[in-house]
């Protein structure tokens, strides 16, 4: 079934998508040849979901939890979920702040179409979740972006160019903390500065938290617990992470109950509810046996680890040691130049074609800014053992070194 | 956590709902207080799952089809939707034509967002699915009623009223057959003079095909599978009904490739990929033992007998017996003349309170339009038991007829 020529709405034209998945499909074609492929461009977990969440979507299948449930979640998950988000955060959220989603990713869409109208502008991380830039500008916004410098122990926002990217028409701040690309997270002074800049200029705020569980030592902050800040934000939470949960698409909105309340009017009328068993697991995950989610983090450390110690024994990389997420963002500078390589999809696919290792660069992140003299690469260790790890990054070095 | 004066984008003032929500409340609040409550109100389904279906959940689960799939939905279910619609439509649909969605109202927003622009205007029925109505407003369309007129066997759309309605703006039509809440199913002159002017105006379709396989007798005919309709139509698919899935969240936008191409990448936006083992669950419900679906429609029409027998007892009421979906839409204007009522909510809570019958009007399908001189209530026989349906509609006559 081929169309006629369609006359596609102008919208269209300025949505964009995650080029990442073309990474994938390069990988997929590199292994259909019979080639042994190191899959870091993955964002997915290879892990199990534990096995009491698995058997408490069973039974509540089983009890026939199979029908339309409310648009909003059902009421014992957004109260626990809501206890549980306030004791990690430190806020009194109740089940009124919080509306379940099917993923984490629809409260991105939901929250622009409930703050932003056209012509606003709107603060979001570059290198980022390509997403947020995609959304904006789909829905008329307009994207400003603000990056990343190298710090001492990991990369920090540059404030300044985010406070110089600040005009009137700033309505909105992207902030994705714990991090992607960077598997960084905001010291305390960034997050007050950020806050200084949040009252100043009136802005209401997305705080992407999708890793902020995902975190081998002390406890996360979120921007959402600063003085003043709770009633300027809204949460993404996501189930996908913690429990290995990312297939099974169940995430939520939490948030003052003024933009809460109209996030559940978009849920009536975009899907109406999110799967209804699929909660009570979601249930069990937050309130049973929490030994799985132990080992998930244990299992990830390890990775992290291997994967930090070999690149950094690369000549031309350098790797920060990030304490969150599943995510490593080397610089890659000097390894490129070592190669003669000026080009990011050079680079990656000759490391994928000579040594199978498969990444996502700079360029899967948003459009890459005036004046970045750096080259990264980002390696998600989320979906590949450590022997794996340790296998495809040593190929990673002899090709390098070569 | 109360926001503080917030600064909501204009667009939301544009949004509706389903106010039949409010009508769950008010009964749940009326069972509440000890009373006996006949749900005819809603839309959902007391019936099982059938067991195969939620096997293969469960199997998948096991299977550890629990991480990410692709976008679009698996491969499998894509082909396998592509080949059952292929020979239910007669249309030669592949799986690229087939983009899953996390139920069958995602399709809805999607066709909006990818072929309406701001000003451009849309054919929709009302009374009809409330949604339409909210979704084209919110995203900056007009929406254009046509409505239905009393046929000799069944409602039939008020194609006069239609044409009347097409102007060098119009650039959409939504065509929900088989019908909500009518029950009723276009005639193959209905659907030729749709085509007609779907041609002759340059239009493409929206065919909410949402209960299409809930019919008692004959086949189904899909507006789409008349000649030259299937490259300007898109079609929506739900595993709600047949399979007794609602609270699963699986469906599916099926059309030309060039528009589910985009609605795929609407896909990567707005929430990645439907649920994983869900989707084979549905490949199940498709390719399994069928018998559980043909007991589903032999209850569906015990209930339907029952409830149309009783309706056209009761003096001032006229019903039709539709051969298709799970929602009858009888004619009470002489009941609530005999009653001395004028005004649907003060009908509709007396019927509540005085006999536990709790029903939808047509004050929850659309806004009513100019002119209407009869009065219309919607019963939903799906989530109610023969006896029930006996019991309440017994009661109904009786307070008319008192």
Redesign the interface.
């Known amino acids: 079934?081929?169309?006629?020529t369609?006359?596609?709405?102008?919208?269209?034209a300025r949505?964009?998508?995650?080029t990442a998945?073309a990474v994938s499909a390069e990988a997929a074609a590199f292994a259909a040849e019979g080639r042994k492929v190191y899959p870091f461009h993955l964002?997915?977990?290879?892990l199990?979901?534990p096995a009491n969440v698995?058997e408490a979507?069973?039974k509540a299948?089983?009890d026939?939890?199979?029908?339309?449930?409310p648009?909003a979640g059902i009421p014992q998950l957004r109260e626990t979920l809501a206890a549980d988000v306030s004791a990690s955060h430190g806020?009194?959220?109740?089940m009124e702040?919080v509306a379940i989603q099917?993923?984490g990713?629809?409260t991105i869409?939901k929250f622009f179409?409930?703050?932003?109208?056209p012509g606003d502008e709107v603060l979001y991380p570059n290198p980022g979740y390509p997403?947020y830039e995609?959304?904006i500008e789909?829905h008329g916004g307009k994207a400003r972006p603000y990056s990343y410098i190298e710090g001492e122990r990991n990369f920090e926002i540059d404030l300044d160019m985010l406070a110089r990217q600040i005009t009137p028409r700033t309505?909105l701040l992207v902030l994705n903390d714990l991090q992607n690309p960077t598997g960084a997270e905001c010291r305390a002074a960034e997050l007050e500065k950020l806050a200084e800049l949040v009252r100043a200029h009136d802005l209401?705020v997305l705080c992407d938290e999708a890793y902020f569980d995902i975190r081998y030592e002390g406890r996360s902050t979120s921007f959402a617990a600063l003085p003043g800040m709770?009633?300027?934000c809204v949460i993404l939470y996501t189930f996908s992470k913690k429990f290995?949960?990312?297939?099974?698409?169940l995430g939520a909105a939490i948030?003052?109950?003024?933009?809460i309340d109209?996030i559940i009017?978009?849920n009536?009328?975009?899907?109406?509810?999110?799967?209804?068993?699929?909660q009570y697991a979601a249930l069990e995950g937050l309130t049973g046996d929490q030994r799985a989610t132990g080992q998930i983090l244990k299992t990830l450390r390890e990775r992290r680890d291997a994967a930090v110690d070999r690149l950094n024994s690369i000549e031309g990389v350098r790797c920060f040691r990030p304490n969150a997420t599943f995510y490593l963002y080397p610089n890659v500078t000097g390894a490129m130049q070592k190669k003669g390589l000026t080009d990011y999809d050079a680079f990656r696919r000759a490391l994928l074609h000579e040594t199978g290792v498969s990444v996502c660069t700079r360029l899967h992140f948003g459009r890459p800014l005036a004046g970045e003299k750096n080259f990264y690469i980002r390696l998600a260790y989320a979906?590949i053992d450590t022997p794996e790890i340790e296998a495809g990054l040593d190929k990673f070095k002899a090709f390098i070194e070569s």
Chains 1, 2 share one sequence.
């Open positions: 079934m081929k169309g006629k369609m006359k596609i709405a102008q919208r269209i949505l964009g998508t995650e998945f964002g997915d977990m290879n199990r979901t698995m979507a069973i299948m089983h026939g939890k199979t029908g339309y449930c648009n806020i009194p959220y109740t702040n099917p993923g990713k629809p869409s179409l409930t703050l932003m109208n997403i995609s959304q789909f309505r209401y709770a009633e300027r290995a949960m990312t297939g099974w698409r948030g003052p109950r003024e933009i109209i009017k978009l009536v009328n975009d899907e109406s509810c999110s799967n209804h068993f699929v979906g």
